[in-house]
């Protein structure tokens, strides 16, 4: 379950960072066994991530985040290794959204004042990045609500399973009058 108000330490990753950045394709075997694959991630964009990772801690990254492929497990793949948000300049849309279906929270706004180590405290609901280290304040895109439920719920499937359809929060049912 996730709070709101989230605090990290930013892990900074540069731009264009691929789903095979991600998760280097000569470990696509192990698709079946995610832990074993959490151990991989970042192997060769970043060596030694893995054992750098802290619960809680918070990508940063450039433009064009998680393009390529549709690897839906790259995102719970990074949350698993202890990644608690992604913020980036931009996100390739299908990465976005398989973050959220995994219930890993990807946020945009400018990245480039944020340095590697900084503690942040980014409000999920209201679209700001405190950065405790350096004082800077910025302001992102702010999670829409249904998305900021799933993200809460662990992710889409738990958030179905729990609320059988996409009833907005604090409103009625999400389903279309039409039956469509």
């Given at each position: 379950?996730?709070?709101?108000i ?7 990753l540069?731009d ?10 000569r470990?696509?075997h192990?698709?079946s ?8 991630v970042?192997?060769?964009v ?6 750098r990772?802290?619960q809680a ?5 450039g433009?064009n985040?998680g393009l390529?492929s549709?690897?839906?497990?790259a995102?719970?793949?990074?949350k ?12 390739a849309r299908?990465f976005y959204?398989?973050a959220?279906n995994q219930?890993?929270p990807a946020l945009l706004c ?10 942040l ?5 209201g679209?700001t ?7 800077a304040r910025l ?6 609500p249904?998305?900021l439920?799933i993200v809460?719920?662990?992710?889409l499937v738990p958030y179905?399973?729990?609320?059988g359809?996409?009833a907005?929060?604090g409103?009625s049912?999400?389903g279309h009058?039409d039956g469509v």
């Amino acid at each position: 379950m996730y709070d709101i108000i989230l605090r990290g330490r930013a892990i900074r990753l540069g731009d264009s960072i691929s789903t095979d950045d991600i998760i280097p394709g000569r470990f696509a075997h192990l698709r079946s066994n995610l832990p074993q694959l959490a151990e991989h991630v970042f192997e060769d964009v970043l060596p030694g991530f893995i054992s750098r990772v802290k619960q809680a801690d918070i990508l940063v990254a450039g433009r064009n985040f998680g393009l390529g492929s549709s690897r839906e497990h790259a995102p719970l793949v990074v949350k698993m290794a202890g990644v608690r948000a992604v913020l980036a300049e931009s996100v390739a849309r299908i990465f976005y959204r398989n973050a959220i279906n995994q219930g890993l929270p990807a946020l945009l706004c400018r990245t480039g004042g944020i340095s590697d180590g900084d503690e942040l405290e980014i409000d999920l609901a209201g679209g700001t990045v405190s950065d405790l280290t350096s004082g800077a304040r910025l302001d992102c895109s702010p999670m829409a609500p249904l998305m900021l439920a799933i993200v809460q719920e662990g992710g889409l499937v738990p958030y179905v399973r729990k609320h059988g359809d996409f009833a907005m929060p604090g409103g009625s049912g999400g389903g279309h009058s039409d039956g469509v």
